[in-house]
Protein backbone atom coordinates (compact mmCIF):
# COMPACT_ATOMS: atom_id res chain seq x y z
CA UNK A 1 0.00 0.00 0.00
CA UNK A 2 1.34 3.35 -0.47
CA UNK A 3 2.38 5.78 1.82
CA UNK A 4 0.01 9.10 2.29
CA UNK A 5 3.30 11.02 0.69
CA UNK A 6 3.24 8.57 -2.51
CA UNK A 7 -0.52 9.43 -2.74
CA UNK A 8 0.19 12.63 -2.50
CA UNK A 9 2.65 12.15 -5.12
CA UNK A 10 0.01 10.43 -6.79
CA UNK A 11 -2.81 12.64 -6.64
CA UNK A 12 -0.80 15.60 -8.08
CA UNK A 13 1.22 13.73 -10.56
CA UNK A 14 -0.68 14.79 -13.73
CA UNK A 15 0.69 18.46 -13.01
CA UNK A 16 3.20 16.37 -14.61
CA UNK A 17 1.73 16.18 -18.00
CA UNK A 18 3.61 18.82 -20.05
CA UNK A 19 6.95 18.00 -18.95
CA UNK A 20 6.20 14.31 -19.86
CA UNK A 21 5.35 15.08 -23.29
CA UNK A 22 8.39 17.48 -23.36
CA UNK A 23 10.53 14.76 -22.31
CA UNK A 24 9.21 12.24 -25.02
CA UNK A 25 9.71 15.13 -27.63
CA UNK A 26 13.29 15.28 -27.06
CA UNK A 27 13.70 11.71 -26.79
CA UNK A 28 12.43 11.63 -30.42
CA UNK A 29 8.80 11.34 -30.23
CA UNK A 30 6.96 12.48 -33.37
CA UNK A 31 3.96 15.02 -33.14
CA UNK A 32 1.79 11.91 -34.30
CA UNK A 33 2.91 10.44 -31.34
CA UNK A 34 2.73 12.96 -28.88
CA UNK A 35 -1.16 13.19 -29.52
CA UNK A 36 -1.82 9.48 -29.11
CA UNK A 37 0.01 9.29 -26.23
CA UNK A 38 -2.22 12.56 -24.62
CA UNK A 39 -5.00 10.83 -26.05
CA UNK A 40 -4.31 7.55 -24.86
CA UNK A 41 -3.20 9.30 -21.14
CA UNK A 42 -6.29 10.81 -21.17
CA UNK A 43 -8.57 7.84 -21.49
CA UNK A 44 -6.60 6.53 -18.45
CA UNK A 45 -7.53 9.93 -16.64
CA UNK A 46 -11.09 9.45 -17.61
CA UNK A 47 -11.49 6.16 -16.10
CA UNK A 48 -10.06 7.22 -12.75
CA UNK A 49 -12.94 9.49 -12.23
CA UNK A 50 -15.56 7.74 -13.61
CA UNK A 51 -14.71 5.00 -10.54
CA UNK A 52 -13.63 7.32 -8.02
CA UNK A 53 -9.80 6.66 -8.05
CA UNK A 54 -7.26 9.55 -7.01
CA UNK A 55 -4.51 6.97 -6.12
CA UNK A 56 -3.84 4.68 -8.60
CA UNK A 57 -2.49 1.50 -7.85
CA UNK A 58 -1.15 -1.07 -10.07
CA UNK A 59 -4.45 -3.14 -9.81
CA UNK A 60 -6.23 -0.22 -10.75
CA UNK A 61 -3.89 -0.26 -14.00
CA UNK A 62 -5.05 -3.86 -14.62
CA UNK A 63 -8.31 -3.45 -14.10
CA UNK A 64 -8.31 -0.15 -16.48
CA UNK A 65 -6.61 -2.98 -18.90
CA UNK A 66 -9.77 -4.90 -18.67
CA UNK A 67 -11.96 -2.34 -19.08
CA UNK A 68 -11.09 -1.65 -22.22
CA UNK A 69 -10.96 -4.93 -23.60
CA UNK A 70 -14.20 -4.83 -23.56
CA UNK A 71 -14.59 -1.91 -25.78
CA UNK A 72 -11.52 -0.95 -27.43
CA UNK A 73 -9.38 -3.13 -29.85
CA UNK A 74 -6.26 -4.96 -28.41
CA UNK A 75 -3.91 -2.35 -30.35
CA UNK A 76 -5.86 1.03 -29.34
CA UNK A 77 -5.38 -0.49 -25.49
CA UNK A 78 -1.59 -1.38 -26.26
CA UNK A 79 -1.34 2.09 -27.19
CA UNK A 80 -2.85 3.89 -24.26
CA UNK A 81 -1.38 0.99 -21.98
CA UNK A 82 2.13 2.69 -23.50
CA UNK A 83 1.08 6.08 -22.79
CA UNK A 84 0.60 5.33 -19.35
CA UNK A 85 3.59 3.38 -18.75
CA UNK A 86 5.74 6.15 -20.50
CA UNK A 87 4.21 8.46 -18.51
CA UNK A 88 4.63 6.55 -14.68
CA UNK A 89 8.37 5.99 -16.02
CA UNK A 90 8.60 9.75 -16.46
CA UNK A 91 7.20 10.48 -12.89
CA UNK A 92 10.08 8.16 -11.36
CA UNK A 93 12.79 8.93 -13.22
CA UNK A 94 12.24 12.71 -12.11
CA UNK A 95 11.82 11.60 -8.83
CA UNK A 96 7.81 12.43 -8.17
CA UNK A 97 6.77 8.40 -7.46
CA UNK A 98 8.84 5.82 -5.70
CA UNK A 99 8.06 3.48 -8.40
CA UNK A 100 6.16 2.68 -11.55
CA UNK A 101 2.34 1.25 -10.80
CA UNK A 102 2.35 0.29 -14.91
CA UNK A 103 5.59 -1.36 -15.16
CA UNK A 104 3.86 -4.87 -14.47
CA UNK A 105 0.79 -4.49 -16.61
CA UNK A 106 1.45 -6.56 -19.89
CA UNK A 107 0.41 -5.54 -23.23
CA UNK A 108 -2.81 -7.74 -24.38
CA UNK A 109 -2.85 -10.09 -26.98
CA UNK A 110 -4.29 -9.57 -29.72
CA UNK A 111 -7.42 -11.02 -31.07
CA UNK A 112 -8.27 -12.86 -34.13
CA UNK A 113 -10.88 -10.53 -36.29
CA UNK A 114 -14.26 -10.96 -36.48
CA UNK A 115 -13.92 -12.83 -32.79
CA UNK A 116 -15.70 -11.11 -30.33
CA UNK A 117 -13.73 -11.37 -26.76
CA UNK A 118 -17.64 -11.85 -25.23
CA UNK A 119 -20.49 -13.71 -26.02
CA UNK A 120 -23.72 -12.88 -26.84
CA UNK A 121 -26.50 -13.61 -23.94
CA UNK A 122 -29.40 -15.88 -25.41
CA UNK A 123 -33.25 -14.55 -25.83
CA UNK A 124 -34.17 -16.95 -22.84
CA UNK A 125 -31.00 -15.48 -20.84
CA UNK A 126 -31.35 -11.40 -21.12
CA UNK A 127 -35.35 -12.47 -19.85
CA UNK A 128 -34.01 -14.45 -16.94
CA UNK A 129 -31.37 -11.83 -15.87
CA UNK A 130 -34.69 -8.72 -16.51
CA UNK A 131 -36.62 -11.26 -14.11
CA UNK A 132 -34.50 -10.96 -11.10
CA UNK A 133 -35.15 -7.48 -11.10
CA UNK A 134 -38.22 -7.02 -8.42
CA UNK A 135 -40.25 -4.13 -7.73
CA UNK A 136 -38.32 -2.70 -4.94
CA UNK A 137 -36.00 0.74 -5.98
CA UNK A 138 -32.85 -1.30 -6.45
CA UNK A 139 -34.94 -3.65 -8.64
CA UNK A 140 -36.35 -0.98 -10.52
CA UNK A 141 -33.13 0.82 -11.01
CA UNK A 142 -31.62 -2.23 -11.85
CA UNK A 143 -34.04 -3.78 -14.81
CA UNK A 144 -33.95 -0.16 -16.25
CA UNK A 145 -29.69 -0.17 -16.47
CA UNK A 146 -29.61 -3.80 -18.05
CA UNK A 147 -32.88 -2.20 -20.36
CA UNK A 148 -30.79 0.07 -22.11
CA UNK A 149 -28.04 -2.20 -22.81
CA UNK A 150 -30.15 -5.38 -23.25
CA UNK A 151 -32.37 -3.17 -25.91
CA UNK A 152 -30.56 -0.18 -26.86
CA UNK A 153 -27.02 -1.83 -26.53
CA UNK A 154 -25.41 1.23 -23.99
CA UNK A 155 -21.83 0.61 -23.13
CA UNK A 156 -20.85 0.69 -19.45
CA UNK A 157 -19.33 3.99 -19.51
CA UNK A 158 -22.62 5.62 -21.29
CA UNK A 159 -24.89 3.96 -18.59
CA UNK A 160 -22.51 6.01 -16.13
CA UNK A 161 -22.12 9.19 -18.07
CA UNK A 162 -26.25 8.99 -19.07
CA UNK A 163 -27.99 12.11 -17.58
CA UNK A 164 -31.60 13.34 -16.69
CA UNK A 165 -31.69 16.12 -18.58
CA UNK A 166 -30.55 13.80 -21.82
CA UNK A 167 -33.57 11.76 -21.46
CA UNK A 168 -36.72 13.21 -24.13
CA UNK A 169 -39.97 12.48 -25.22
CA UNK A 170 -40.96 13.72 -28.35
CA UNK A 171 -43.18 11.32 -29.95
CA UNK A 172 -40.69 8.48 -29.10
CA UNK A 173 -38.73 8.65 -26.05
CA UNK A 174 -34.69 8.97 -26.59
CA UNK A 175 -31.27 9.05 -24.66
CA UNK A 176 -29.00 11.55 -25.99
CA UNK A 177 -25.67 8.89 -24.73
CA UNK A 178 -21.83 10.47 -24.22
CA UNK A 179 -20.44 7.56 -26.08
CA UNK A 180 -16.22 6.25 -26.12
CA UNK A 181 -13.68 9.16 -26.70
CA UNK A 182 -16.81 11.88 -26.87
CA UNK A 183 -16.87 14.91 -24.60
CA UNK A 184 -20.75 15.20 -24.87
CA UNK A 185 -23.69 13.59 -26.20
CA UNK A 186 -23.77 13.73 -29.26
CA UNK A 187 -25.98 10.59 -30.31
CA UNK A 188 -28.94 9.02 -28.98
CA UNK A 189 -30.73 6.06 -28.52
CA UNK A 190 -34.09 5.22 -29.31
CA UNK A 191 -36.07 3.14 -26.60
CA UNK A 192 -38.11 0.53 -27.49
CA UNK A 193 -42.10 1.48 -26.92
CA UNK A 194 -42.70 -1.54 -24.79
CA UNK A 195 -39.75 -0.56 -22.28
CA UNK A 196 -40.62 3.04 -21.71
CA UNK A 197 -42.59 1.97 -18.52
CA UNK A 198 -38.90 0.53 -17.35
CA UNK A 199 -37.51 3.79 -17.70
CA UNK A 200 -40.89 5.89 -16.53
CA UNK A 201 -40.53 3.62 -13.17
CA UNK A 202 -37.26 4.30 -12.14
CA UNK A 203 -38.13 8.50 -13.03
CA UNK A 204 -40.58 8.00 -10.27
CA UNK A 205 -37.93 6.45 -7.47
CA UNK A 206 -35.36 9.01 -9.22
CA UNK A 207 -37.14 11.54 -7.75
CA UNK A 208 -36.48 11.09 -4.11
CA UNK A 209 -33.01 10.95 -4.97
CA UNK A 210 -31.40 14.49 -5.16
CA UNK A 211 -30.63 16.76 -7.65
CA UNK A 212 -27.53 15.07 -9.23
CA UNK A 213 -27.33 15.33 -13.01
CA UNK A 214 -26.94 11.78 -12.86
CA UNK A 215 -29.61 8.95 -14.30
CA UNK A 216 -28.39 6.37 -12.60
CA UNK A 217 -27.56 7.15 -8.93
CA UNK A 218 -26.73 5.09 -6.00
CA UNK A 219 -29.30 4.18 -3.41
CA UNK A 220 -26.19 2.99 -0.59
CA UNK A 221 -26.12 5.00 2.76
CA UNK A 222 -23.04 6.28 2.50
CA UNK A 223 -23.35 7.75 -1.57
CA UNK A 224 -27.23 7.62 -1.91
CA UNK A 225 -27.77 10.20 -4.78
CA UNK A 226 -24.62 9.92 -6.16
CA UNK A 227 -23.57 9.03 -9.34
CA UNK A 228 -22.99 5.44 -10.01
CA UNK A 229 -19.43 4.58 -10.87
CA UNK A 230 -18.77 2.22 -13.71
CA UNK A 231 -17.57 -0.30 -11.27
CA UNK A 232 -20.67 -0.31 -9.81
CA UNK A 233 -22.59 -0.80 -12.66
CA UNK A 234 -20.65 -3.58 -13.48
CA UNK A 235 -21.29 -4.90 -10.24
CA UNK A 236 -24.88 -4.93 -10.56
CA UNK A 237 -24.56 -6.42 -13.82
CA UNK A 238 -22.49 -9.06 -12.95
CA UNK A 239 -24.88 -9.77 -9.70
CA UNK A 240 -27.84 -10.33 -12.10
CA UNK A 241 -26.06 -12.81 -13.98
CA UNK A 242 -25.41 -14.68 -11.03
CA UNK A 243 -28.89 -14.51 -9.74
CA UNK A 244 -30.00 -15.75 -13.04
CA UNK A 245 -27.52 -18.95 -13.13
CA UNK A 246 -25.32 -17.28 -15.94
CA UNK A 247 -21.65 -17.69 -14.96
CA UNK A 248 -19.68 -17.98 -17.81
CA UNK A 249 -16.49 -16.33 -18.19
CA UNK A 250 -17.38 -14.62 -21.27
CA UNK A 251 -20.52 -13.70 -20.31
CA UNK A 252 -20.36 -10.21 -18.87
CA UNK A 253 -21.62 -7.19 -18.99
CA UNK A 254 -20.84 -5.96 -22.28
CA UNK A 255 -22.50 -9.29 -23.56
CA UNK A 256 -25.68 -7.13 -23.00
CA UNK A 257 -24.52 -4.36 -25.31
CA UNK A 258 -23.74 -7.75 -27.94
CA UNK A 259 -26.86 -9.36 -27.06
CA UNK A 260 -28.91 -6.32 -28.01
CA UNK A 261 -26.79 -5.65 -31.40
CA UNK A 262 -26.81 -9.07 -32.84
CA UNK A 263 -30.43 -9.46 -31.70
CA UNK A 264 -31.36 -6.67 -34.18
CA UNK A 265 -28.99 -8.24 -36.91
CA UNK A 266 -31.48 -11.62 -36.49
CA UNK A 267 -34.29 -9.42 -37.04
CA UNK A 268 -33.74 -7.73 -39.76
CA UNK A 269 -32.29 -4.44 -39.30
CA UNK A 270 -30.15 -3.16 -41.98
CA UNK A 271 -26.39 -2.50 -41.66
CA UNK A 272 -27.05 1.51 -41.86
CA UNK A 273 -29.53 0.80 -38.63
CA UNK A 274 -27.43 -1.11 -36.78
CA UNK A 275 -24.61 1.10 -37.07
CA UNK A 276 -26.66 3.86 -35.65
CA UNK A 277 -27.64 1.98 -32.77
CA UNK A 278 -24.21 0.51 -31.56
CA UNK A 279 -22.73 4.27 -32.44
CA UNK A 280 -20.25 2.18 -34.53
CA UNK A 281 -17.45 5.21 -35.97
CA UNK A 282 -15.91 2.12 -38.26
CA UNK A 283 -18.53 0.65 -40.44
CA UNK A 284 -15.86 -2.47 -40.67
CA UNK A 285 -17.25 -2.70 -36.48
CA UNK A 286 -20.72 -3.28 -37.77
CA UNK A 287 -20.26 -5.81 -40.68
CA UNK A 288 -17.92 -7.88 -37.73
CA UNK A 289 -21.10 -8.65 -36.11
CA UNK A 290 -22.71 -8.96 -39.21
CA UNK A 291 -20.22 -11.95 -40.24
CA UNK A 292 -20.00 -13.44 -37.32
CA UNK A 293 -24.30 -13.72 -36.88
CA UNK A 294 -24.58 -14.67 -40.65
CA UNK A 295 -21.16 -17.70 -40.17
CA UNK A 296 -22.88 -19.12 -37.08
CA UNK A 297 -27.49 -18.64 -38.40
CA UNK A 298 -26.43 -19.39 -42.29
CA UNK A 299 -22.94 -21.40 -42.19
CA UNK A 300 -21.64 -22.60 -45.49
CA UNK A 301 -21.25 -25.85 -43.95
CA UNK A 302 -25.22 -26.76 -43.94
CA UNK A 303 -25.62 -26.42 -47.95
CA UNK A 304 -22.87 -29.11 -48.03
CA UNK A 305 -24.48 -32.62 -49.70
CA UNK A 306 -23.18 -35.37 -50.61
Request: charged share 25%; glycine share 6%; with cysteine.
Amino acid sequence: MLSKTEQSLVKTSYDFIDGWLENERLRGKTDATLDSYKRGLQRFTNWLADNGVSAPTARDVAQYQADMLAVYSSQTVNLSLSAVRSFYRYLVTIGAMPYSIASDVKGAKRAKANQHKRSELSAGEVLDVLATCDDTPQGIRDRAIITLMAYCGLRTVEVQRANLDKLKTNGRMVLWVQGKGRTEADAFVVIPREQEIVLRRWLAERKKLGNDPALFTSLSKRTRGGRLSTRSIRKVVKDRLLQAGIIADDKTTHSLRHSAITSAIRHGATPMQVQAMARHDSFDTTLGYIHEVNRLDSPAEDLIEY
